[in-house]
């Protein structure tokens, strides 16, 4: 082959091998970014009757009227949903639950509650009265509560009580009370739990939360012994997944 020739030959391939090389060149637009749809929450009525059963631990002993967790509860769904939620506490500090049946039967609220909350028996345990009264009596109030709920078990929420023995006051307590408090409480817990279940009553264990009070002194209000408005609203988020399910249709 005559060089000129080869040459040319040459040019002409490599102006082909460019040419192909130029169609295969990976665009350099990117793809358009996809926004997944927003998921929201299941809705619930819209006028809701919220009623917490308790004890100090409910109406928020030491902490403002706003800081209580059944306030925080009603604020957070508030914020969550459309709803107008209407909040009624029956509790006083130092009742058990004997005070609180009593409280209830005087008081004879109507039973047309979308959501009804227990939190009782820390004082039974602190006044040493038989457990046998809790076992009696404990279960007599989650039937009030389920009444009260408009006879609906689905809305009834039990909350675990408190372990007091993790704060200034619990270990101020003379000699190995302060255990002897976390064993009775664990007892309480252990069957009030046990009876939700078995009774397919939704049970919310707090107890732990509390159990941080000495690591966390935040968590302890100051009083030294109940619990601060920043342990309430841990005990709120808790309570939650449950209450929606009790809201949610």
Known sequence: MKPHFKQIVIIILSVFLLSCSSDETTPTTSPPVVTPPKTTEP??????????????YTI?????????????LKASLNAMYSSSISLKIIATTGWTTSNLISAIDSQNPEPNY?????????????????????EKEFPELVSKAIM????????VVVISIPDYAYTP??????????STISTEINQYNAFAEKYCNTN?????????????????????ASDGLHPSEAAYRMFVDKMMPKVKIALQD
């Open 43 to 56: 809705p619930i009525a819209s006028k809701v009757n919220y009623l917490a059963l308790g004890d100090s």
């Open 60 to 72: 928020g002993q030491s902490v403002c009227a706003t800081c209580r967790f059944p306030e925080q």
């Open 114 to 134: 979308d959501l009804v909350t227990l939190l009782i028996g820390v004082n039974n345990q602190f006044q040493h009265r038989s457990f046998s009264i809790y």
């Open 148 to 155: 009260l709920a408009k006879g609906d078990r689905k809305n």
């Open 169 to 178: 006051y619990g270990q101020a307590l003379a000699g190995n009370q302060s």
């Open 200 to 220: 397919q009553i939704a049970f919310v264990s707090i107890t732990e939360i509390t159990r941080e009070g000495l690591n966390n002194p935040i968590l302890v």
